[in-house]
């Protein structure tokens, strides 16, 4: 059920989803490998690094009322429990930055492919 819920999210991303997805992409040549609206057991993932065990979500004005909080720590829990770092962009944040800037939230230096 997820994976086909996913793949659906797949084929509509939000613009605020794109542009931090045309980044990531870009990210690739150096050796970094994002999927997008991935299934981790329950959840889906905007974006996720398997190999960095990295998880990027893009939150928009939504998240700043208390019960979606409350899911999105829960969220973040979870998903540090399962091994993953999580990386939030809030509220139209994603839709700046370099290249160099994805990287250096991300938190991992330039590497070759």
Same mark, same amino acid.
């Given at each position: 059920?997820?994976?086909?819920y996913?793949?659906?999210?797949r084929?509509?991303?939000?613009?605020q989803?794109?542009k931090?997805?045309?980044? &990531? !992409?870009?990210?690739k040549?150096?050796?970094?490998? @994002? +999927?997008?609206?991935?299934?981790?057991?329950?959840?889906?993932? /905007?974006?996720?690094?398997?190999?960095?065990?990295?998880?990027i979500?893009v939150?928009?004005g939504?998240?700043?009322?208390?019960?979606?909080?409350?899911?999105?720590?829960?969220?973040?829990?979870? &998903? !540090?429990?399962?091994?993953?770092?999580?990386?939030? @962009? +809030?509220?139209?944040?994603?839709?700046?930055?370099?290249?160099? /800037?994805y990287?250096?939230r991300?938190?991992?230096?330039?590497?070759?492919?």
């Amino acid at each position: 059920m997820a994976n086909a819920y996913a793949r659906a999210l797949r084929k509509n991303l939000t613009p605020q989803e794109s542009k931090p997805w045309v980044k &990531l !992409r870009a990210l690739k040549p150096l050796g970094f490998h @994002f +999927r997008r609206q991935a299934p981790i057991k329950h959840i889906i993932v /905007d974006f996720v690094s398997f190999r960095e065990c990295q998880v990027i979500e893009v939150d928009g004005g939504q998240h700043n009322f208390d019960e979606a909080a409350r899911r999105d720590e829960a969220r973040d829990a979870f &998903l !540090r429990g399962e091994g993953f770092r999580a990386l939030e @962009f +809030r509220g139209g944040s994603e839709s700046g930055g370099s290249d160099g /800037d994805y990287r250096d939230r991300i938190g991992h230096p330039t590497r070759p492919a």
